[in-house]
């Protein structure tokens, strides 16, 4: 990981010219580090971002999967800096209409809830991903997929099937 690290900083000197000094801090403008899927690292790679929080004045945030606080508990001298844990719900309804809203909108689509074929595919979708934030944006990809492949102008529920059909979810 150091060598990873010490290969980003010399990238970002060599991208942003001569006029920025090379610097062994390679931490001196970074404010927060974000870890996803933090439970696939192992002790060494946590122990690595221990040392790293300890020596420069920085936060860092672990995104896992449920039960990683459990995993992590068992590493005093890592689980002592660690402030607080927040694990994530499932989107509520109200929450998965905005999103859907916004997923609409940004396939330069509008939402028509008076359309039954748009209620049809937001309730298709709402079932589909029980709320799960990452299947929406998955399930997505796919709907923007099949909508350029077939040269469609709207989101149907056969639209929103033939897009989970694509994805390997274990859900019909």
């Not at 002790?43 to 004045?57: P, W």
């Not at 992590?72 to 929450?95: C, M, T, V, W």
């Not at 609409?104 to 039954?116: I, K, M």
């Amino acid at each position: 990981m150091t060598g990873d690290i010490e290969r980003i900083a010399a990238y970002r000197v060599k991208t942003f010219g001569a006029e920025e000094k090379y610097s062994h801090n390679h931490f001196e403008n970074i404010s927060l580090i974000i870890v996803d899927e933090v439970d696939r690292l192992k002790m060494q790679g946590l122990e690595q971002l221990r040392d790293i929080y300890d020596q420069h004045e920085l936060a860092i945030i672990f995104v896992g999967m449920p039960g990683i606080e459990k995993r992590l508990s068992r590493y005093p001298q890592l689980y002592s800096r660690i402030g607080f844990a927040h694990e994530f719900d499932r989107l509520s309804k109200d929450e998965a209409h905005h999103i859907l809203e916004y997923k609409w909108h940004e396939l330069g689509l509008s939402v028509r809830l008076e359309d039954f074929s748009d209620y049809e595919a937001i309730s298709g979708i709402i079932r589909i991903t029980n709320g799960n934030f990452r299947l929406i944006h998955r399930l997505f990809a796919q709907i923007e997929r099949i909508l350029e492949i077939n040269n469609l102008q709207s989101i149907s529920l056969d639209v929103v099937n033939a897009a989970r059909d694509s994805l390997t979810l274990g859900i019909k």
